[in-house]
């Protein structure tokens, strides 16, 4: 069972559809931290898992918000973009420990920001462009997570 993949992903279309992949088969309080510089495609691929997990609304970039909850699929999903994350505090005051216990799925953008807090257990999601929209995506569980068997490349 690995526990790394990796992908190249060619188009958005592509790391939307891992990330939808990676939606049908995830399992509750799964916490995916996704890793990606500026526009790298990381609320494309959470979009996917959002489709995935069957959820009725489309994630997008939030403005004021650090976090945002698409419900109406299998599990709701958590989404927190923690770019304009003042300090970790803040993160403490958006909710963040609730989720943890709500069942959620939790897919978190600019995780670096969570310092201390960031959980053990989790799928590492990095994503690096390559070439114009091209993307370098690996998928690794972290803390003895096992990697769906879904996402496997095809033998
Ligand atoms: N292979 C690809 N995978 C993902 N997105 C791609 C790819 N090729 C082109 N794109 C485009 O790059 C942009 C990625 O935007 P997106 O908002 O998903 O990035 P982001 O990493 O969330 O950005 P931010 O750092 O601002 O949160 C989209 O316009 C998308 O269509
Ligand atoms: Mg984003």
């Not at 990095?126 to 096992?146: M, W």
């Amino acid at each position: 069972m690995p526990n790394t993949i990796e992908r190249m992903c060619p188009n958005a279309s592509a790391t939307r559809e891992l990330g939808r992949t990676l939606g049908s088969v995830v399992d509750a309080k799964q916490v995916l931290l996704i890793r990606g510089g500026l526009g790298a495609g990381k609320t494309t691929f959470v979009q996917g898992l959002a489709e995935g997990l069957g959820c009725t609304d489309e994630p997008t970039s939030p403005t004021f918000n650090l976090v945002h909850v698409y419900a109406g699929g299998r599990l709701p999903l958590v989404h927190l973009d923690l770019y304009r994350l003042g300090s970790e505090g803040e993160v403490l005051e958006s909710g963040y420990a609730s989720h943890f216990e709500s069942g959620a799925v939790i897919a978190i953008e600019w995780p670096e920001r969570l310092g201390a807090l960031t959980p053990t257990h989790h799928i590492a999601v990095c994503i690096e462009p390559i070439g114009k929209s091209g993307r370098h995506i690996t998928l690794e569980a972290i803390g003895g997570q096992v990697l769906p068997h879904a996402v496997w490349p095809a033998q």
